[in-house]
């Protein structure tokens, strides 16, 4: 019988099934943790019903009886106890006495352990045996201590144990698992499993705001109204606090001594979570820091040595709202009161401010103020309740849209627009205001919604705020242009270039005279006129290496990139989009990560570092996912696709494509690149005319109509294709287009790829097809791109091969052999291996030393497992996430077909 599965939790799923699989041969235990509302009571009811043909015996945890020892265990074994008869003395004397209510003396408690043991594993002869004990951490001690003796000892009796518990702290050295956030596609997929007719990006939204928790996502999902459903009433901005998840968080509260309420109250209203500052505020409150510990046990706080946190938003707003109001406003005061230090200027003035009871235009200014140039979520809380203390309409407005700025540019889409909804509805907006909104409108539509509607939205923007800010003009008509590119409505950027243009003034500063350069420049690109177009982008290129203070920003040093990879200057495109990148992340940016990185990504394409790009394109999907950038993510879902394709890669070029899935528009970026990976499986697996077919269609030359700048990237693979469906007038436009771009950079690799085409289009056995392929060789840069190289001399040595002359051949098939081979690059490997035994020679699979499949990184990373290192261990060695090792070692498995850590070990050595 086929058991259906839990959203999110596959991992988990497996883990649990290999435990119960493994009866009646073994036994094991397993210890899943994770917050409140993970999904660790369903998991064991998943596992109930995986265990169907076995005994089970099940067991909970409850805080009400956390005082009586041994209470969990008798309410988990009283089922069996009429069989502890068959136990020996004196484990059936103690076992008995104990559970009957008895005192356990310190000396028989190994004794009473082995009898649990014992018993269990009598039981578990007429059959094997499943246990399952949920949240064994809110019950009694002293059964968690039994539990975790028989945990250690099941290796050999078929007696399979699952315990679950909100912390990690219990059952040492049992296997154990945490239950982490789900991500947006496990989240929308329990959400509409629940709400069928559930708009997507409802469902995206409603993942962020219950921070991946399950129980969160059914609480808010069974709270929603029609309307919310269909994606036409605003969507709660918190679960609701009377939800399971809300009561659960209560019910804990409730139990707490006064003194750690009151901590806790502390901590709810100090989001900073400065441990210094808590035990300031503890002392002043008239106790200490240590109050905490009871509620650490139960799960709703965690002490670090930097921060002081709550596990979920919702517990925050729980613990805050379970205090009176008057308590709320002491506390802030408080708080107020301890930050005193001359950093602490913001949070001081944010807890006054919490603490007034009505308007205070004063304070307002003052709040206003000490967000200056702060960064991140304090910033858009300051400036928001500055809004709120406001008196005046206009004013509260403004605030408001400088808040939803700030939210925008720390990551934060969904609260930007909601920020922007209230001024709005504030009352009348001054013009510029109303502009600068109409700003941050249409880069959120185009990085999280429309981009189609984006570009009407940053045009009127622009002519909003030209009079009093024309950089700011400058920036929404680039993204405007960015806009109409991504849609595949290139014809439409003329009217951007001349927008720009009027705005142009001499004497500009550099920041200024970059922007009206990459606008002028890329429009001549899109039009063909690269003579004009390349000293306009390069002129940009090198503007962005001359910003300085407050000019330099990663806006200005994106477009500075975008202007080096359209003149291939790779390098220094990479070097820029680097910077910006780094500037980003320093300056808390969020929001311009995944274009910075898009373009770096892009800039490694082309520099033949694929390995690279393709962890630059990992990074930049998970921070557009985790900024709500869906636009952005279907960007880098399609530049993961296209570099699993050239690696042959057709499990993951697929999986990426499917994940892009039916949301973005027919001719947009992502279903451009979608459509570039399909197009090289297609020609990998020698179907020339499907290839030919997807790559011609990407855009029309000639008309802007399409995605122009994909197809001028692929067309080497469409040429490829089309030369082998004899079908070359169907590339001959595209690589005009092509041709012409290449000759006006002075790019080596990409008069290379010029030259290579020109030979595959060429009558075979012609003296113009070898020459084509010889110069390309000679172009091929020896210092990078060897993929591009080996690709050429497979070619060339096809070409020759087909010509009659194998031994000619023959060497340049064997260089394209060992490339690819040294590559990891396999299935490229064995087409050269074919055409080498078509030229006559007699080779086999090539075999090459797992080290030489590896790159350095993944080779350091295979050493320390061959060592015995753990992926945790091996993260902190390295400086780099647990998830980061997990990947590289998925990818290090499957490059040298082994399935165990004990294989990779072998494989080594």
Same mark, same amino acid.
């Given at each position: ?212 928790? @399950? ?106 709202? %379970? ?25 001081? *003035? ?77 009352? @009348? ?237 027919? %001719? ?79 790019? @080596? ?25 010889? *110069? ?37 098939? %064997? ?95």
């Amino acid at each position: 019988m086929q058991i259906a599965g839990l959203p999110g939790r596959d991992t988990e799923c497996a883990a649990v099934r290999r435990l119960i699989d493994g009866l009646p041969d073994a036994g094991g235990a397993l210890l899943v943790w994770g917050e409140p509302g993970t999904g660790r009571s369903a998991l064991v009811g998943y596992a109930h019903r995986h265990a169907a043909r076995w005994q089970v015996l099940a067991g909970a945890g409850l805080a009400d009886e956390a005082t009586l020892p041994y209470a969990g265990l008798q309410r988990l074994l009283d089922p069996l106890l009429d069989r502890a008869d068959r136990l020996a003395e004196p484990q059936r004397g103690v076992l008995r006495r104990t559970l009957a209510g008895a005192d356990c003396p310190a000396d028989q408690r190994l004794a009473l352990s082995m009898g649990v043991l014992g018993l269990l594993a009598a039981v578990a002869r007429e059959q094997p045996l499943l246990c399952t004990v949920d949240d064994v951490d809110r019950g009694d001690p002293a059964t968690a201590e039994v539990l975790g003796f028989v945990a250690r000892r099941l290796g050999h009796l078929p007696v399979a144990l699952l315990l679950t518990a909100g912390t990690d702290a219990v059952a040492g050295g049992v296997p154990r698992h945490r239950l982490r956030a789900l991500d947006d596609r496990a989240g929308a997929a329990l959400l509409t499993a629940r709400l069928p007719g559930l708009a997507p990006r409802a469902a995206r939204e409603l993942t962020a705001v219950a921070g991946g928790n @399950p129980q969160a996502l059914v609480d808010l999902a069974d709270a929603l109204t029609p309307g919310q459903c269909r994606g036409e009433e605003r969507l709660p901005e918190t679960p609701p606090l009377d939800g399971a998840l809300g009561r659960g968080y209560r019910a804990r509260l409730a139990g707490l001594p006064a003194d750690t309420r009151r901590v806790l109250l502390l901590v709810a209203l100090d989001e900073d979570g400065d441990p210094a500052t808590l035990v300031r505020a503890a002392r002043a409150a008239g106790t200490g820091i240590e109050a905490l510990a009871p509620a650490e046990a139960a799960g709703l706080v965690r002490v670090g040595p930097h921060r002081v946190t709550l596990p979920q938003p919702l517990a925050r707003a729980v613990v805050a709202a %379970h205090a009176p109001l008057a308590e709320r406003r002491a506390a802030h005061l408080l708080l107020a009161g301890v930050l005193d230090g001359p950093g602490q200027l913001l949070r001081r *003035t944010l807890h006054r401010a919490a603490a007034a009871e009505r308007p205070d235009p004063a304070l307002a200014a003052e709040l206003e103020a000490a967000a200056g140039t702060a960064g991140g979520e304090v910033a858009v809380t300051a400036l928001h309740r500055a809004a709120e203390l406001s008196t005046e309409p206009a004013q509260a407005a403004a605030r408001l849209v400088a808040a939803a700025g700030r939210a925008w540019t720390a990551g934060q889409p969904r609260r930007a627009g909601r920020l922007l909804a209230d001024a709005a509805a504030a009352g @009348p907006v001054d013009p510029v205001v109303a502009g600068r909104a109409e700003l941050i409108r249409g880069e959120l539509e185009l990085r999280c919604g429309s981009p189609s509607a984006a570009s009407t939205t940053l045009l009127a923007a622009a002519r909003a705020v030209s009079g009093v800010d024309r950089l700011a003009a400058l920036g929404a008509l680039v993204r405007a242009g960015e806009a109409v590119c991504h849609t595949g409505d290139q014809f439409r950027y003329a009217e951007v270039a001349r927008r720009v243009a009027a705005l142009r003034r001499p004497g500009d500063p550099p920041e200024a005279e970059l922007l009206t350069a990459l606008a002028a420049g890329v429009a001549a690109t899109l039009r063909g006129d690269h003579e004009r177009a390349g000293p306009a982008l390069r002129r940009a290129a090198v503007l962005g290496n001359r910003l300085t203070g407050p000019a330099l920003t990663p806006a200005g040093l994106i477009g500075a990139a975008v202007a080096g990879l359209l003149v291939a200057v790779d390098s220094a495109a990479h070097r820029l989009a680097e910077r910006a990148v780094e500037l980003a992340r320093a300056h808390g940016e969020v929001s311009a990560l995944p274009r910075a990185l898009e373009l770096r990504a892009i800039a490694e394409y082309w520099l033949g570092r694929h390995e690279t790009a393709a962890e630059t394109s990992r990074e930049g999907l998970r921070i557009a996912r985790d900024s709500g950038q869906v636009n952005s993510a279907g960007v880098h879902l399609g530049m993961l696709a296209v570099l699993a394709a050239v690696r042959a890669d057709r499990d993951a070029s697929l999986r990426r494509i499917r994940e892009i899935g039916e949301g973005p528009a027919p %001719h947009s970026r992502p279903r451009a690149l979608a459509q570039w990976a399909l197009a090289v499986l297609d020609l990998v697996d020698g179907r020339h005319e499907a290839a030919t077919t997807r790559l011609s269609a990407l855009a029309r030359p000639g008309t802007g109509r399409g995605q122009v700048l994909i197809q001028v990237m692929a067309t080497p693979y469409l040429v490829e294709a089309a030369a082998g469906a004899a079908r070359q007038p169907a590339a001959t436009a595209a690589l005009a287009v092509f041709d012409r771009w290449a000759s006006s950079t002075a790019s @080596p690799s990409r008069r290379a790829l010029s030259a290579r085409c020109h030979g595959l289009l060429a009558p075979r056995g012609s003296a113009e097809a070898e020459r084509g392929f010889r *110069t390309a060789l000679r172009l091929h840069p020896t210092d990078a791109g060897a993929f591009e190289r080996a690709r050429t001399e497979l070619l060339l040595g096809r070409e020759l091969r087909r010509s009659r002359r194998p031994r000619d051949a023959r060497a340049y098939l %064997h260089a394209a052999r060992e490339t690819f081979g040294l590559l990891g690059l396999t299935v490229w490997a064995e087409q050269a291996t074919t055409e080498l035994r078509a030229a006559g020679e007699s080779v086999g699979t090539p075999e090459l030393p797992a080290a030489r499949l590896l790159t350095g990184q993944q080779l350091r990373i295979a050493q320390l497992v061959a060592e015995g290192a753990t992926n945790r261990e091996i993260a902190t060695r390295m400086f780099l996430s647990t998830r980061t090792i997990d990947h590289h070692l998925r990818n290090i498995f499957h490059r040298l077909g082994i399935r165990s850590r004990t294989e990779l070990a072998r494989a080594l050595h």
